[in-house]
Nanobody
Framework: VQLQASGGGLVQPGGSLRLACTASGSIDSINPITWHRQAPGKQRELLAR????????YPDSTMKGRVTISRDVNKNTVYLQIDTLKPEDTAVYYC????????WGQGTLVTVSS
């Protein structure tokens, strides 16, 4: 399966964005789909997880409480809503397909700046 991340761009501090991760196949068959980010000079960080059954979970990341993962099965798309953006949220945001594909999307750049 191939993943296409989109929705990044330039946003002012305090703003919101909704990122989309569209799969080339049914997301019901992927367990899980996860969102990550990687800021310059930092390790990739797991932000949210969506199982093939539609169950969302959030690890203890620096963005916990400001991100919401959701999905539209008909569009084969998993979304990441990010609120109250801060300059330190500037990063490339990636989605990842777990079992049975184990593959990364290409990432979408989010820049938070005034």
């Amino acid at each position: 399966v191939q993943l296409q991340a989109s929705g990044g761009g330039l946003v002012q501090p305090g703003g919101s964005l909704r990122l989309a991760c569209t799969a080339s196949g049914s997301i019901d068959s992927i367990n899980p789909i996860t969102w990550h980010r990687q800021a310059p000079g930092k390790q990739r960080e797991l932000l949210a997880r969506m199982t093939s059954y539609g169950i969302a979970s959030y690890p203890d990341s620096t963005m916990k409480g400001r991100v919401t993962i959701s999905r539209d099965v008909n569009k084969n798309t998993v979304y990441l809503q990010i609120d109250t953006l801060k300059p330190e949220d500037t990063a490339v945001y990636y989605c990842y397909a777990g079992s049975p594909y184990y593959s990364w999307g290409q990432g979408t750049l989010v820049t938070v700046s005034s």
